[in-house]
C-alpha cells in the first residue's frame, strides 16, 4: 500500500521532483524524437509536409487533448498519482519502441496516437504532486525546475535521435528512446510516496472545496478572466513555438544541406541550454515579482514573446546554418520565459479538487492549438507556398515566418491576464467573473 505523508520530508520530497523530472525528460524525449527523424521518415514512406504535420502534431495530440480531463477527473477524485504516473510512464515508452517497427505511414500514424495516449495524464497527474508537495509560494521556482525538463528532454530528443539515425537508422533511433522510460518507472514506483491533498494549503483552498462534475468545473475556471487569458496566452505562445521548432529540423536540412546528425546535436543543444536558462530564469522572476502582486509573474513573459518575432524572422533570415543557430539563442532564452508562471498560476487560480483538471484544461487547450495545430498548420502552409514558389525549402522558410506572428496574439492575453488579476488584487472585480 502506497504510504500517505501528509507533510512530505525535505529529502524525499527532492528525490520526488528529481524523478518526476526525469520522467517528463523522457516524456519530451519520446515526443520530440520524431521530428528530427522527419526527413528520412518522409523519404522512406513518400510523404507530404501535411502528412509529416500529422504525424508529429496532430497524431500525438488527438488522444493526448481528448483524454486530458476525463484522466484528470480521475485523478481529482483521488487515484493514486505515483502509481498513475509509474504506469503511463512504462506505456508511452513501450509505444514509441513499437513506433520503430511500424511499417508504412498509418501504422506509424496509430502507434503515435498511441503514445498521446498514455502521455495524456502525465502533466495533471504531476502538477496536481507537485502542488501538494510545496506550498503556494514555492510552487512556480519548484514548477520551473520541474518544466527544465521540457528542454534537455527536447535537446536528448534530437541530438540522440540525430546521432543514432545517422549511424544505423530512424527505427533504432526510437528503440533507444523508449527503453530508458521502462527502467524509470519501474524506480518511480518503488520510491516515490504519495502525498496528503491540499496539505500544504491554507484551510481557505484546501480539501474541503466540495467536488464538483468535469463540465461545471470547466466553467468555473474559465469564467475567471485570468485562467483564462493564461489558458489562452500559453496556447497561442504554443502554437508558434510548437510550429517553429517541429520544423526547424528539416529547415536546415532543406534549405542549408546540412546532415541530420549535425543538425540534431546543433539543434539539440541550442533547444536544451537555451530552454533550461529561459524556464529557470521564468520560475526564478515569478517567484520574486509575485511578491509585489501574481500578476507581476506575467511581465517579463509579455516582453519576451514581442520582442522574440523579429529576432526569429532575422534568425530565419540567416546565410547559412550556423547563423541560423547563433541568432536563435535570444528568441529561445526568451521563448521560455512563460512556461513556469504560467503552469504555476493555473494551479494558484485552482481549488485544491479542481487542480489536475485546471492542470488537463491547460494542457489541452496549449496542445490542441499547439503541440497538434502549429506544426500542421505550417506543413501545410509550406506545402501551400512550395506549390507556388516550386521550391520546397523557400516554401518552409515563409510559412515559418508566418508563424511567428501568433506570438504577438500570445503577448495581447498575457496582457489582459495581468489586467485581470490586477483588478482581482485590487478588489475591483469578483475573481471568478
Known amino acids: 500500500m502506497t504510504q500517505i505523508l501528509a507533510r512530505p520530508g525535505t529529502g524525499r520530497r527532492r528525490l520526488t521532483l528529481f524523478l518526476l523530472a526525469v520522467i517528463y525528460l523522457l516524456n519530451f524525449l519520446d515526443r520530440q524524437i520524431i521530428l528530427i527523424l522527419q526527413e528520412p521518415i518522409r523519404h522512406e514512406f513518400g510523404l507530404s509536409d501535411t502528412q509529416l504535420g500529422l504525424m508529429t502534431g496532430g497524431a500525438f495530440g488527438l488522444l493526448y487533448t481528448s483524454l486530458g480531463l476525463p484522466l484528470a477527473r480521475w485523478l481529482d477524485r483521488g487515484v493514486v498519482r505515483v502509481r498513475f504516473i509509474a ?26 496516437m498511441g503514445v498521446g495516449m498514455a502521455e495524456a495524464g502525465f ?3 504531476a502538477h496536481s504532486l507537485l502542488s501538494d508537495m510545496y506550498a503556494p509560494r514555492d510552487r512556480p521556482q519548484a514548477i520551473g525546475l520541474f518544466a527544465i525538463s521540457v528542454p534537455i528532454g527536447s535537446m536528448a530528443g534530437l541530438a540522440i535521435g ?7 537508422d530512424w527505427r533504432v533511433a526510437l528503440f533507444v528512446g523508449g527503453v530508458p522510460g521502462l527502467l524509470v518507472a519501474l524506480l518511480f514506483a518503488i520510491v516515490a510516496r504519495e502525498p496528503d491533498r491540499g496539505g500544504m494549503d491554507s484551510p481557505a483552498t484546501g480539501p474541503a472545496t466540495p467536488q464538483i462534475g468535469t463540465m461545471r468545473s470547466i466553467a468555473l475556471l474559465m469564467r475567471r478572466a485570468a485562467f483564462r487569458h493564461i489558458v489562452f496566452s500559453a496556447s ?9 521548432a517541429a ?22 543543444l541550442l533547444l536544451g541550454l537555451c530552454g533550461v536558462i529561459g524556464t529557470y530564469a521564468g520560475g526564478w522572476q515569478a517567484t520574486r515579482m509575485a511578491r509585489a502582486g501574481e500578476h507581476r509573474m506575467l511581465l517579463l513573459p509579455m516582453a519576451g514573446a514581442l520582442a522574440s518575432i523579429p529576432l526569429l524572422i532575422w534568425a530565419l533570415a540567416a546565410p547559412s546554418g550556423t547563423d541560423v543557430a547563433l541568432r536563435l539563442i535570444v528568441p529561445l532564452i526568451l521563448g ?18 479542481m487542480r489536475a483538471q485546471a492542470s488537463a484544461l491547460y ?18 502552409l509550406s506545402d501551400v507556398l512550395a506549390g507556388r514558389s516550386g521550391d520546397a525549402g523557400q516554401g518552409l522558410r ?5 508563424a511567428t506572428a501568433a506570438l504577438l496574439w500570445g503577448a495581447l492575453h498575457h496582457a489582459l491576464a495581468i489586467r485581470a488579476m490586477a483588478r482581482e488584487r485590487r478588489g475591483a472585480t469578483d475573481p471568478m467573473a
Not at 236 to 244: E, H, M, N, R, S
Not at 254 to 264: D, L
Open 162 to 168: 540525430g546521432m543514432v539515425a545517422q549511424a544505423h
Open 236 to 244: 497561442v505562445c504554443g502554437f508558434a513555438q510548437a510550429g517553429i
Open 398 to 402: 515563409q510559412a515559418l515566418v508566418i
Open 336 to 353: 521560455g520565459l512563460w512556461t513556469a508562471p504560467s503552469i504555476a498560476l493555473t494551479q494558484n487560480l485552482a481549488p485544491v479538487t
Open 87 to 112: 504506469g503511463i510512464t512504462a506505456l508511452w515508452s513501450l509505444m514509441t519502441i513499437i513506433c520503430g517497427v511500424s511499417r508504412n505511414f498509418p501504422q506509424l500514424f496509430l502507434v503515435r
Open 247 to 268: 520544423w526547424l529540423p528539416s529547415f536546415l536540412i532543406r534549405v542549408h544541406g546540412m546532415p541530420i546528425g549535425q543538425v540534431g546535436i546543433m539543434l539539440g
Open 123 to 125: 502533466t495533471p497527474a
Open 363 to 380: 494542457v489541452i487547450c496549449a496542445n490542441l492549438i499547439g503541440v497538434s495545430m502549429g506544426p500542421l498548420a505550417v506543413g501545410l
